[in-house]
Each structure stands twice: as structure tokens, then as C-alpha cells.
């Protein structure tokens, strides 16, 4: 199959908590996009039940994969392939968008392509910027990783840095329902730092002069611990210097691994990357130090199906379908394989 600028991919999207769908013709040129996002149902519990996302997805895969259809303009015989998530991600979440993607395929007579949800997080900045100057430092930050990866191009990459426990996501979501100020937690902290003072209490930057991992569990019992020891303490205070401590460690990190690698632009991706903060000190430092710095729009830093038929057609033109035997794989990892442990089908 001749993969050009014509060709038209349908992206399907349902790892966690947002139902999603998009038509992206020749990798980058957005037609629609629509995310059903499934934040209220899950906020009363403080958290996303798999059980409950699995048959929210259910309900609006197919009213969501029409709309997109229709907001592009096309038929549905305009569609040349089918991208899908197959990873990581929820099982029961990952299997109703990959059902659904496989017999959209099948139906249409087109080729199916599984996507790795964290590889498609990657291809967000290019949706917006198509002449991004490689190679990129990429800093992918999300409920479920905090990686750092040189981009050489669309499509190759390596590993330069991980979490080695909490995902930066996650650490903001747990203080968050500590502190008892909302959910979903990142934007509730961003929202409640913008009251605070950041350098009222001086939280850990742990592993800030020691490589390219970081780590955020001792930054969140820090924290616990702090405001059992001062119940009087503000919450917006703790909220700012908090959000600041994991900025100060994620900006610092990403620049010194820009540097070790001579690279031209820095990267943000993933849910994370949609944090005011950290957008604007990573901006601020990163041309400072005469790097190109990319901030995607936050619609395209949290999850979409734009970026997964993006990644998708990239795929397909470097690497050919997948075929309807690949399944979900919710350990899926960026290098493919599978992961395990604490946080094994978060993203
Ligand atoms: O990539 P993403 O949409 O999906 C998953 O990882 O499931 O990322 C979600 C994460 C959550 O932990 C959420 O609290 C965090 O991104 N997040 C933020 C902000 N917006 C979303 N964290 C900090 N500041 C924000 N403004």
C-alpha cells in the first residue's frame, strides 16, 4: 500500500478514562478530533475504576468514532487505515478500543495498526509543529511514566531516563487526595498553587545532581509527613512548593539531558506537560539555554486519538500493518515490551 500526504487514518483512543477519535490525513494534518473524556463519572470515586471506564467506553466508542467521521467532512470510505491503542493501558478499556478499531478495519477493508500509546505521546508536538528541528530531548510525563528520550527522528528513539518509583503524575494526584483539594489532582494542584506561595516550605529535589532517573515517592512522604507535623499549614502553600520541588527536578533534568546529547529542541508530552509551571520554566530555561522548546497544546498533551493516527501512519509507512491478531497488552512498554510492578497498566 502507497502510504502518501493523502493517506487518510482513523485513531481510536480508550487506554484509561477519555473515549477518543480522530481523522488525520498524511500524519499530521488534523481533519477532527474528539475525546469524550469520562472525568465526572470516575471523580466521585477519587479515582479511575477500570470496571466503570470499561463499559463507559462501550457506551460511546462508536457515537464518538461517527462524530469524528462527520466533523472531518468524509465517509467513511475515505478512511485508508485504522490506528488503534493496543497499550498500555486498562485491559478491559484497551480490548473496547481495540474491538472496535479491528472491526471498523475489517469492515472498511483497510489495514489495521496497533499503536503503543506512550509512542503516540511522541508525535503530539509534531501534529502541531511538522518542522520540528531534531534530534529532541523529549520529557514525557504522565499519570503512569516520567521518561526522558532522544528523538532522532519520527520513530527513533531511546531511552535516556525513567522514574525510578512514583510517575510525576501520580505523585500529583496522590497529594491532591491527601490534601483533599479535588480531582483529577495535577490540574486541582496547578489550580491551587496559583493562590500559594512556592517558596513558603523547602520540599526534597531528589536525585537533582545524580544522572537522568528521577524519583518522587520520598517527595510525596516528605510532603505527608510535613503536613501532619503543621495541620495548620496552608493548603495552596503546600500545593505551590510541592508543584515547584517536582518542576524545579523535571526542568533541571530535561536540560542536562538536551545537553549531554547536543540536541536542538526540548520536548514536552503527556498529561503533566499540560501543567502551567512547568510549561513556563521549562520555556524560560530552555531558550535561555538556545534550545528550540516545544509545548503542544494542552488538548494535545493529554489524551487523543490525533496522536495515535499519527503515530499510526508513520507506522504504517515505515512498518506496515499490523494484522487483526495483535491484541491489547496492557504492560506494553516504549520499547515493546512488557513491563512489571507497581504501576504495570498505568500509562
Ligand atoms: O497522559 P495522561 O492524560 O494520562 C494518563 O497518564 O493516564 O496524564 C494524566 C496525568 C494525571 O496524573 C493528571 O493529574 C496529570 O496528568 N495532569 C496534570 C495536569 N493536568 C493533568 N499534572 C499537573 N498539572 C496539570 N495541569
Redesign the pocket.
Known sequence: MHIDNSTVVLGIESS?DETAAAIVMGGNDVLSSVVSSQIDIHAKFGGVVPEVASRAHLELIQPVINEAIQLAGIGAERINAVATTIGPGLIGALLVGVSAGKAMAYGLDVPFIGVNHLEAHLYAALLEEPQLPFPAVVLLV???NTLLIHMTAPGEYSLLGATIDDAA??A??KIARFLDIGY????A??AAAQQGNPQSIEFPRAMLHDGLDFSFSGLKTSVINYVRKNPGVASHDVAASFQCAVVDVLVAKTLRAAQQVDAKSIVLG???A???LLRSEMQRVGSAAGFHVALPSKAMC??NAAMIASAGWYRLRDHGPSGLNVGAIPHLSLTGSTVRGNRAG??
Do not use: H, L, Q, W
Not at 483529577?184 to 490540574?187: A, S, T
Open positions: 484509561c504522565s499519570g503512569g503524575g501520580e500529583f494526584d483529577p489532582g495535577g490540574p494542584i496547578d503527556g498529561g503533566v499540560a501543567n502551567s493529554t489524551d498505568r500509562k
